[in-house]
């Protein structure tokens, strides 16, 4: 699963001739992003950035819906019936045949 994080572009440069880059914000937190699959960005756009390269175009409202989700997946993943195990056992069950399911229900 990847994971793209929406930032602001506050600055585009290309350092040396090389690349266009950008300082992108991420609620508080500038890094820089590599710019080049999206020439068409300019400062004040909204950008999805997955491991330091922006890869598309957003506009403000579906920022904030994914910030929002990212939100959500957090509160989740601190609620105690999803929490993963310390230990997986050794050998995992092996799983049942359709004529195995079905035979489940009858007793």
Known sequence: MCLGIPG?????????????MGKVE???IARDVCLVYLPEV?????VLVHVGFALSKLDEQEAREIFSYIEQIGELAEADELAMPDELPDELPEAL???EREGEGAA
Not at 8 to 20: A, F, N, R, S
């Open 42 to 46: 300019v400062v004040g756009d909204w």
């Open 97 to 99: 045949s359709p004529a």
């Open 26 to 28: 991420f609620g508080g």
């Open 8 to 20: 602001k572009v506050l600055e585009i440069h290309t350092p040396d001739g090389g690349m266009p």
